[in-house]
């Protein structure tokens, strides 16, 4: 040692088999003489947290006091035989990983004040473990131990990173061992951390890595929770009685990651960049809003008093913490831009939203932002304040849980859980809520027929709809107290006698108990009461029913208002019906005035009528209606009787078109081009018009079929 040279290049005096002295390396498996190997640590903790006790602690004692005498042993080596023990000696090395890894969390450290004394006794014993590793880490970093033991920072950099001496596994498991709830804890794992990015700075880029492994672990933790029922995921069967749900391992597993991941960005600030390079937050937001939510609520509906909804709650908390890390040192930097687009990319998030803005209002950090960086696009601030507080107002759940915190009874617990953590909303069925679920049902058994109603409504109120139930059946993926019902289970409503007996404490036995329509219990019911045969105003037999014309009155009332014309004067005292008027404006209509020698002597014809039959007319409008249908065909036949028709007779209104157009055109209005029988001869004129017939019919013909469709409807030729 006196040459002080360096570990890799040192050569040390050193006696053969053979009694040869010759010249050994440093740093030789030569140096290894003990033929023991290591022994492995085993857990002080039981699986979920609660200390051994009994047989199985004394187990942990001897097995920790074996350790704890290797740990010395490797501590009081001298300087190459302690590196030559650490790369050559593979059990050395794995006794201080095995340790880490089966280390009590930190953060589950707590322990009754009535604890027996074997019990304190072994938590000293763990102490002086955890110290002697810490120790050991600390040499394994350490370049110069005197001014004769030392070594070149090249060959220690490549000794510690090529033998996997200190790497990032080994790195989380250290600080979740040691962790930050004491300050000279934290300031060891500063010390630390800070000593291997200067010896080696390659752990840099294995610890962003590191960092995109929460993706898969999120994924993971996701499918677990979303396999239930299949062994070894998170709902499958318990595999250790002390748990208390299946889910408690994944929460324990998400409970780990929050706590490294949080110490790892605290005392490694340079991978905050890194973070947001892997979109981490985006990740922790995701996993925040579709795992936990249903991991809470499948914990809860098996054991509502389980510890792992009290860890879960704790993993909420830290992942926060993770995220405000990550915003805190955007808005330091003075990164305006990308805290807002970040902010903006969790707004999918609802219940991540709803958590980081109760226990970090958004709106204050945008205001100190906004005066250091005065350019950034104000609508996109507004927009991102504004889905922050509109998903906090919206939410309906308390900041704590309160039921079930109270129905813990663990003080103790309790302390440990962040009272600004949020307990997510357990989403329970029932039958009035907003689902339907006989429909829901109907649209399972559509699918699955050989199941009963009962155990399909049971695996419904797990699940949100009919088709997550389906999925779970056809999968064999059930909650693990649903696997083993009865899947013939036949769904027997509640009886709504037995509802309304509690109400009122009367029992009926009708249908319409209690509703409108009762009598019992309505003072005025909704009903028309019946007393004997009929119903009151109705006719009370079938003679009755048919000698009933009250509706043709009221027919005949009806068709009366329209023979009614109220003759009223105007204003210049005629009278506002003028028959003579209408007359005109009848023959206006129809076209084309008639010539006036036909006019006149239609007239004529009228008067002459009108003045025989005066008579006539006077005796039958004071002739009584009941004379019977004989009088009727009587006058019919005779002719006597003046009745107006309700619609003309087309034979009549062709006779007087076909005199008006003799009128006005004489002989030319004829266009006859029927003519003779056949075989008889034609004459010219029938020749002509059949030939004019023919050359103009293309302009005509069955073109004009709507105008006189349309001519014989307003003359009240239906047909």
């Given at each position: 040692?006196a040459?002080?040279?360096?570990?890799?290049?040192l050569?040390?005096?050193?006696?053969a088999?053979?009694?040869?002295?010759?010249?050994?390396?440093?740093?030789?498996?030569?140096?290894?003489?003990r033929?023991?190997?290591?022994?492995?640590?085993?857990?002080m903790l039981?699986?979920?947290?609660?200390?051994?006790?009994?047989?199985?602690?004394?187990?942990?004692q001897?097995?920790?006091?074996s350790?704890l005498?290797?740990f010395?042993?490797?501590?009081?080596?001298?300087?190459?035989?302690?590196?030559?023990?650490?790369?050559?000696?593979?059990s050395a090395?794995?006794?201080?990983?095995?340790f880490l890894?089966?280390?009590?969390p930190?953060?589950r450290v707590?322990?009754?004040?009535s604890a027996?004394?074997e019990l304190i006794?072994?938590?000293?014993?763990?102490?002086?473990?955890?110290?002697?590793v810490?120790?050991?880490?600390?040499?394994?970093?350490?370049?110069m131990?005197s001014?004769?033991?030392?070594?070149?920072?090249?060959?220690h950099?490549s000794l510690?990173?090529?033998?996997?001496?200190?790497?990032?596994?080994?790195l989380?498991?250290?600080?979740?061992?040691?962790?930050?709830a004491d300050?000279?804890?934290?300031?060891v794992?500063e010390?630390?951390?800070?000593?291997?990015?200067h010896?080696?700075?390659?752990?840099?880029?294995?610890?962003?890595?590191?960092?995109?492994f929460?993706d898969?672990?999120f994924?993971?933790m996701?499918i677990?929770?979303?396999?239930?029922?299949?062994?070894?995921?998170?709902?499958?069967?318990?595999?250790d009685p002390?748990?208390?749900?299946?889910?408690?391992?994944v929460?324990?597993?998400?409970?780990?990651?929050a706590?490294?991941l949080?110490?790892?960005?605290?005392?490694c600030?340079?991978?905050?960049s890194?973070?947001?390079?892997?979109?981490l937050?985006?990740s922790?937001?995701?996993f925040?809003?579709?795992?936990?939510?249903?991991?809470?609520?499948?914990?809860f509906?098996i054991?509502?008093?389980?510890s792992?909804?009290l860890?879960?709650?704790e993993?909420?908390?830290?992942f926060?913490?993770?995220?405000?890390?990550?915003?805190?040192?955007?808005l330091?930097?003075?990164?305006?831009?990308?805290?807002?687009?970040?902010?903006q990319?969790?707004?999918?998030a609802?219940?991540f939203?709803?958590d980081?803005?109760?226990?970090?209002p958004v709106?204050?950090d945008i205001n100190?932002?906004?005066q250091?960086?005065?350019?950034?696009?104000?609508?996109?601030?507004?927009f991102v304040?504004?889905?922050?507080?509109?998903?906090?107002?919206?939410?309906?759940?308390?900041v704590?849980?309160d039921?079930?915190?109270?129905?813990?009874?663990?003080?103790?617990e309790?302390?440990?859980?962040?009272?600004?953590a949020?307990?997510?909303?357990?989403?329970?069925?029932?039958t009035?809520?907003?689902?339907?679920?006989?429909l829901?049902?109907?649209?399972?058994?559509?699918?699955?027929?050989?199941l009963?109603?009962?155990?399909?409504r049971?695996?419904?109120?797990?699940?949100?709809?009919?088709?997550?139930?389906i999925?779970?059946i056809?999968d064999e993926?059930?909650?693990?107290?649903?696997?083993?019902?009865?899947?013939?289970?036949?769904?027997i409503?509640?009886d709504?006698?037995?509802?309304?007996?509690?109400?009122?404490?009367v029992?009926?036995?009708?249908?319409?108990?209690?509703?409108?329509?009762?009598?019992?219990?309505?003072?005025?019911?909704?009903c028309?009461?019946?007393?004997?045969?009929g119903?009151?105003g109705?006719p009370r037999?079938?003679?009755?029913?048919l000698?009933?014309?009250?509706?043709?009155?009221?027919?005949?009332?009806?068709?009366?208002q329209?023979?009614?014309v109220e003759?009223?004067?105007?204003e210049?005292?005629?009278?506002?019906y003028?028959?003579?008027?209408?007359d005109?404006?009848?023959?206006?209509?129809?076209?084309q005035?008639?010539p006036?020698?036909?006019?006149?002597?239609?007239?004529q014809?009228?008067s002459?009528?009108?003045?025989?039959?005066?008579?006539?007319?006077?005796?039958d409008?004071?002739?009584?209606?009941?004379?019977?249908?004989?009088?009727d065909?009587?006058r019919?036949?005779?002719?006597?009787?003046?009745r107006?028709?309700?619609?003309?007779?087309?034979?009549?209104?062709?006779a007087r078109?076909?005199q008006?157009?003799?009128?006005?055109?004489?002989?030319?209005?004829?266009?006859?081009?029927?003519?003779a029988?056949?075989?008889q001869?034609?004459?010219?004129q029938?020749?002509r018009?059949?030939?004019?017939?023919e050359?103009h019919?293309?302009?005509?013909a069955?073109?004009?079929r709507?105008a006189?469709?349309?001519f014989?409807?307003?003359?009240?030729m239906?047909?």
């Amino acid at each position: 040692m006196a040459n002080k040279m360096p570990l890799g290049v040192l050569k040390l005096p050193a006696a053969a088999s053979d009694g040869v002295r010759r010249q050994v390396p440093a740093l030789d498996i030569h140096w290894i003489t003990r033929d023991k190997p290591f022994t492995n640590y085993i857990c002080m903790l039981s699986s979920y947290g609660s200390y051994k006790s009994g047989a199985a602690l004394e187990e942990w004692q001897h097995v920790a006091t074996s350790c704890l005498q290797d740990f010395e042993f490797l501590l009081h080596l001298s300087h190459h035989e302690f590196w030559s023990y650490m790369v050559y000696h593979k059990s050395a090395m794995g006794a201080v990983v095995t340790f880490l890894q089966r280390a009590n969390p930190y953060y589950r450290v707590d322990m009754d004040a009535s604890a027996s004394s074997e019990l304190i006794n072994a938590k000293l014993l763990y102490g002086q473990l955890l110290n002697h590793v810490v120790r050991l880490i600390m040499r394994l970093l350490t370049e110069m131990e005197s001014d004769t033991e030392w070594i070149a920072p090249e060959h220690h950099s490549s000794l510690l990173y090529t033998n996997y001496l200190i790497s990032v596994p080994l790195l989380c498991d250290l600080v979740i061992a040691v962790g930050d709830a004491d300050e000279q804890n934290l300031k060891v794992l500063e010390q630390i951390f800070m000593t291997v990015m200067h010896i080696q700075p390659n752990y840099m880029n294995d610890f962003k890595e590191g960092l995109a492994f929460y993706d898969n672990a999120f994924l993971s933790m996701q499918i677990q929770v979303e396999n239930e029922g299949c062994e070894g995921a998170g709902g499958g069967a318990l595999l250790d009685p002390d748990a208390d749900t299946p889910y408690d391992d994944v929460v324990l597993f998400a409970l780990d990651c929050a706590y490294t991941l949080r110490l790892f960005l605290q005392l490694c600030p340079s991978l905050l960049s890194a973070c947001e390079q892997l979109k981490l937050v985006q990740s922790i937001a995701n996993f925040y809003d579709l795992t936990i939510p249903m991991l809470y609520r499948n914990i809860f509906m098996i054991n509502a008093k389980a510890s792992s909804l009290l860890w879960l709650n704790e993993a909420r908390q830290q992942f926060l913490n993770v995220v405000r890390s990550i915003t805190r040192a955007q808005l330091d930097s003075r990164r305006g831009q990308e805290l807002v687009e970040l902010l903006q990319e969790c707004l999918s998030a609802q219940t991540f939203v709803v958590d980081y803005q109760r226990q970090y209002p958004v709106e204050h950090d945008i205001n100190v932002l906004l005066q250091s960086c005065p350019n950034i696009k104000h609508y996109k601030v507004d927009f991102v304040i504004a889905g922050y507080q509109k998903a906090l107002s919206s939410c309906t759940s308390g900041v704590i849980a309160d039921e079930l915190v109270s129905s813990l009874n663990s003080d103790d617990e309790l302390e440990s859980v962040s009272q600004a953590a949020v307990l997510p909303t357990v989403a329970t069925v029932e039958t009035g809520s907003n689902r339907d679920l006989d429909l829901e049902a109907t649209a399972v058994l559509d699918v699955l027929p050989d199941l009963g109603t009962g155990f399909i409504r049971r695996v419904l109120t797990r699940y949100d709809n009919s088709e997550q139930a389906i999925a779970a059946i056809l999968d064999e993926n059930l909650p693990p107290d649903l696997i083993h019902m009865d899947r013939q289970e036949v769904f027997i409503p509640a009886d709504p006698q037995d509802k309304l007996q509690r109400q009122t404490g009367v029992r009926h036995f009708n249908v319409h108990d209690g509703d409108r329509y009762d009598v019992l219990t309505q003072d005025n019911p909704q009903c028309i009461i019946k007393q004997g045969k009929g119903l009151p105003g109705a006719p009370r037999n079938a003679e009755q029913l048919l000698d009933d014309k009250r509706d043709i009155g009221q027919l005949k009332q009806r068709y009366q208002q329209y023979a009614l014309v109220e003759e009223t004067p105007d204003e210049a005292g005629g009278a506002e019906y003028d028959d003579e008027y209408d007359d005109s404006y009848e023959a206006i209509n129809d076209g084309q005035a008639p010539p006036v020698s036909l006019l006149r002597a239609k007239l004529q014809q009228a008067s002459a009528t009108s003045s025989a039959y005066e008579a006539q007319d006077a005796s039958d409008d004071d002739r009584d209606d009941d004379d019977g249908p004989d009088s009727d065909q009587e006058r019919n036949a005779n002719g006597n009787s003046k009745r107006t028709d309700f619609c003309e007779n087309p034979e009549v209104v062709r006779a007087r078109y076909q005199q008006r157009q003799m009128a006005k055109y004489g002989q030319r209005a004829q266009n006859d081009v029927v003519g003779a029988p056949k075989g008889q001869g034609q004459t010219q004129q029938t020749t002509r018009n059949r030939g004019q017939k023919e050359a103009h019919k293309s302009s005509r013909a069955n073109h004009n079929r709507k105008a006189g469709a349309a001519f014989k409807r307003s003359k009240g030729m239906l047909s």
